[in-house]
């Protein structure tokens, strides 16, 4: 009966260690995000980035554009004032 | 300060900033690894971030201008207080565009409610705002008080915006380089984004100085027609 008792503990040790071998890797996986995001939409991704970048140049180009519109205009009068 | 000189400045400001701009492209593209969990587009963060820290040091030069201008009443604070207001609401909105870029492969969603993006959103329509009033008094002089109370009332959202990470329920992920811990970033994704910054200051400073002595210029013009 004792040795019975023993190799049931002894067996329920190596299932709880079983077990413990087999998750890890998923916890792991888990924890570290899985498979990564970027590349479960990565050409959707890249499509992102240029779209980010773009607009950033394109907003800082307008920003540009505006100040030598305007600077064009006030240059333009300033000269107007000076041939009066 | 005259006009040559400020000419000067801004040109070398210019310079530097093209080749920092250059030198991020490269360090973006080529040089940083890709981060592991989010994929290529984390590379939005090196202009993301850049953007709205260009964004809060212009609303600050608003506040700082406009509580001067109350103060004093010197029309160049005024001038320094729009012509920063007019940049502010350049990089806010490629902050607020940039975002959900990332924020659709990340999250899943354009956009989401959540504390720092509605407060983000609340700056950008604050300085929309300051534009309006200006042009909603028939006296020039009140529309630029009003605007002064308003960039510096405006610019109180900014420490908000900050701490919503940590104070409330966000979903935007918290900071990585303004932390009490240290830096949490890679070495070289810290190089790149202070490049980055860099690389938006230059821009911006150049870009106030030559908005600035035109404006400057265009008020004098505008004077002397009275």
């Known amino acids: ?84 | 300060m005259n006009r040559s000189r400020m000419k000067k400045i801004s040109m070398s400001f210019g310079i530097l900033g093209v080749a920092a701009i250059l030198l991020l492209h490269y360090m973006v593209f080529f040089w940083v690894p890709t981060e592991l969990s989010m994929g290529i587009v984390q590379r939005i963060f090196y202009i993301h971030v850049p953007s709205w820290w260009v964004a809060f040091i212009s609303f600050g030069v608003v506040a700082l201008c406009s509580g001067v201008y109350l103060w004093l009443g010197d029309d160049r604070l005024d001038a320094a207080a729009v012509t920063a207001a007019e940049g502010g609401m350049i990089f806010t909105t490629i902050g607020l565009l940039t975002g959900p870029l990332w924020g659709k492969i990340a999250w899943g969603a354009w956009w989401t409610w959540e504390p720092r993006l509605t407060l983000a959103l609340l700056l950008w329509f604050i300085y929309l705002g300051y534009f309006l009033v200006r042009r909603s008094t028939l006296n020039p002089e009140r529309g630029k008080r009003l605007a002064a109370v308003v960039g510096i009332i405006g610019v109180l959202d900014i420490p908000l915006i900050h701490v919503s990470v940590s104070w409330l329920r966000s979903l935007h992920p918290e900071a990585v380089v303004l932390n009490p811990d240290g830096p949490t970033l890679d070495e070289s994704m810290l190089a790149t984004l202070l490049v980055g910054l860099l690389a938006y200051s230059l821009i911006f400073v150049c870009l106030f100085t030559v908005r600035y002595s035109t404006e400057l210029v265009d008020r004098a013009t505008q004077m002397q027609d009275v």
Request: proline fraction near 2%.
């Open chain 1, 1 to 84: 009966m004792i040795d019975f008792m023993k190799y049931l503990r002894l067996n329920r040790i190596g299932l709880v260690c079983l077990v413990i071998v087999v998750c890890c890797p998923a916890v792991a996986l888990a924890q570290s995000g899985g498979a990564p995001l970027g590349s479960q939409t990565l050409g959707r991704a890249y499509w992102h980035v240029f779209v980010a970048y773009a607009i950033a140049w394109l907003l800082v180009a307008f920003w540009l554009a505006a100040i030598s519109r305007r600077l064009g205009r006030v240059e333009g009068r300033v000269d107007h004032s000076v041939d009066d």
